[in-house]
């Protein structure tokens, strides 16, 4: 009986898991979600901690070769061929960033000429319309201002050009070098940090070695006394000799992967420096020719184009000039007064005498 009562509790358990098995399976959605969810890293905690711990130990021991180099304590690698090389890059830019600025200046000068030589030109023009005694030297005035300001809006384009061909070369193509060069910087950083720190602790083996060597082997463990003399207890010197290996091992493997990507970031920079050099050269000679031409054309057509407007305009004021229906009509003092070519003539008196005088009576 109890065996069977036993079964029969039994089975209604599992009749009774079985129906509450679908609110459980509703109720462990979210979580077997969120499970999932972990498995794909985003609560990955445990390398998440492990990846922070060897972060922070990587800076602790960076910083400390950092300071240690600023105190003069250790000295860093160095490849002067590099450092000129980079030293000159960054030369360049900041005179690029200079000769910007002082094309900008010159295009915002320039613009506001353009602006008042239009502006004047139109002056002109409204002033040849009000004025129809004038309007032929006004107009002259006018189209000459037309043409300068229209060569000055050309010769800017080409300073606009030339001003954007160096701010891509120091904005974009020196920056992506630069950032290599960063990399390149903290990989020596590195590769010094593990350096230093791979001889600090071989020297130290070295020391503990000789020692061992020369005692005989009982410094692993030597017997040390308190001050009292009390009571003596043996403490070991150093670390077991074990974990020192281990350790050692770890610190070149360390030293190893800093090395090998220290050295292929400096052949990477040396590439980049390169390339560097060859497309300012290039883009540089395209764009100082390009400017040398703009300006003698602005100087040399643009005098050119004036010349030939002063004589157009020349010819033409004076065919206007030599029309008769131009003629302007003379003035009271031309008619009224005699001229210096003409002569006197001598009348005869009343009377019939012969004697004549001079009268003012021109003929």
């Excluded at 990955?44 to 060897?54: C, R, T």
């Excluded at 502006?119 to 129809?132: E, G, K, N, Y």
């Excluded at 990477?268 to 390169?274: G, Y």
């Excluded at 131009?326 to 001598?346: I, M």
Aim: proline residues 5%; contains cysteine; negative net charge.
């Amino acid at each position: 009986m109890p065996i069977v009562g036993g079964a029969s509790v039994d089975s209604a358990d599992s009749d009774l898991r079985n129906d509450v098995q679908p609110n459980n399976d509703i109720m462990n959605a979210p979580t077997r979600s969120q499970k999932g969810f972990g498995n794909n890293g985003s609560l990955d905690l445990p390398g998440k901690i492990e990846n922070f711990k060897a972060w922070s130990s990587t800076a602790m021991r960076c910083t400390k070769q950092v300071i240690e180099e600023k105190l003069g304590t250790t000295s860093p690698t160095r490849d002067p061929e590099t450092q000129a090389k980079i030293e000159e890059i960054k030369r360049i830019q900041a005179k690029y960033q200079g000769m910007s600025a002082s094309v900008k200046k010159m295009i915002g000068q320039m613009n506001a000429m353009t602006g008042l030589e239009q502006s004047l030109s139109s002056q002109f023009t409204i002033a040849a319309q009000q004025q129809p005694e004038l309007d032929s030297e006004f107009m002259h005035n006018s189209e000459i201002q037309r043409v300068v300001a229209t060569s000055t809006a050309s010769y800017v384009s080409a300073l606009e050009l030339f001003c954007d061909g160096l701010d891509t070369f120091c904005k974009k193509t020196v920056p992506d070098t630069l950032t290599t060069i960063r990399q390149l910087e903290h990989a020596r950083l590195v590769y010094d940090t593990y350096r230093n720190e791979l001889e600090r602790m071989e020297s130290k083996a070295g020391r503990i070695a000789m020692q061992q060597g020369s005692t005989g082997g009982d410094v692993a463990n030597p017997v040390s006394t308190d001050a009292a003399g009390s009571d003596t207890h043996s403490t070991p010197a150093s670390a077991s000799t074990p974990q020192q290996e281990i350790n050692l091992q770890q610190l070149r493997q360390k030293f190893a992967t800093g090395r090998e990507n220290y050295l292929a970031l400096r052949v990477d920079t040396d590439v980049k420096m390169k390339l560097l050099h060859e497309n300012r050269v290039r883009v540089l000679r395209k764009h100082l020719q390009a400017l040398q031409a703009a300006t003698l054309s602005y100087f040399a057509n643009g005098y050119r184009d004036l010349e030939l407007t002063l004589k157009t305009l020349s010819e033409r004021n004076a065919l206007t000039n030599f029309s008769p229906l131009n003629q302007p009509a003379p003035s009271f003092l031309e008619v009224e007064s005699p001229s210096t070519d003409q002569k006197p003539a001598y009348l005869p008196l009343e009377n019939g005498e012969a004697e004549h005088h001079q009268r003012d009576v021109f003929d």
